[in-house]
């Protein structure tokens, strides 16, 4: 979930969004960022589609939507680039993937995690959250960020080298890492 919330950061979304139903164990994690514009390039190893200056910044990889593979059965995705849904063994067999075009793009990445293998799933997603820099919604409500540098405790906050980090040292925490 952590690699979803940080894609959707990188891509300037302005927040992320998980919906879980239990009834069909699907998780959809939404954002409003600039969109995928080659979906091919997040099945692929060390590929991470972004660009110089954020891999230079921020050193993306190009693993972190692979790890979605592991947490469900079935994977759908939608974005500016196409749409795809397949089984995530299909992925893992190396079967090439068919990727559709998306003619009306509503500005939305979707991602549908079908048949997802979950634990403490809102937990999780509620200790992600705290420090993080977008606002992050399970199931249509916020969850509260209060380490995050534009809650209301911000004052708190200093520029670094490292970037901006707490003064408060109970709550030690990188709110934005510039390395």
């Not at 979304?13 to 239990?22: E, G, M, N």
């Not at 991470?48 to 190009?62: P, Q, Y």
């Not at 990445?109 to 999780?124: K, Q």
């Not at 540098?149 to 970037?163: L, N, Q, T």
């Amino acid at each position: 979930m952590g690699e979803l919330m940080q894609n959707a950061r990188r891509a300037g979304a302005s927040y992320v969004a998980f919906d879980y139903c239990a009834d069909t164990n699907t998780l959809t994690v939404t954002d409003d960022g600039c969109g995928i514009d080659t979906l091919e390039t997040l099945l692929t190893v060390a590929e991470s589609g972004w660009d110089v200056e954020l891999i230079a910044k921020e050193h993306a990889f190009g693993v972190g939507f692979l790890s979605a593979i592991f947490a469900c059965r079935h994977l759908g995705l939608s974005s500016k680039g196409g749409c795809f849904s397949v089984d995530t063994d299909h992925i893992l067999g190396f079967q090439p993937v068919e990727v559709l075009p998306v003619t009306d793009w509503n500005g939305l990445t979707e991602i549908r995690l079908v048949d997802i293998v979950h634990g403490p799933l809102e937990n999780t997603l509620a200790e992600l959250a705290a420090g993080f820099p977008i606002p992050v919604h399970f199931n249509g409500v916020p969850l509260p960020r209060p380490n995050a540098i534009d809650s209301i405790g911000a004052a708190e906050f200093v520029a670094s080298p490292v970037g901006v980090v707490s003064r408060n040292r109970r709550k030690f925490c990188h709110a934005k890492i510039g390395l």
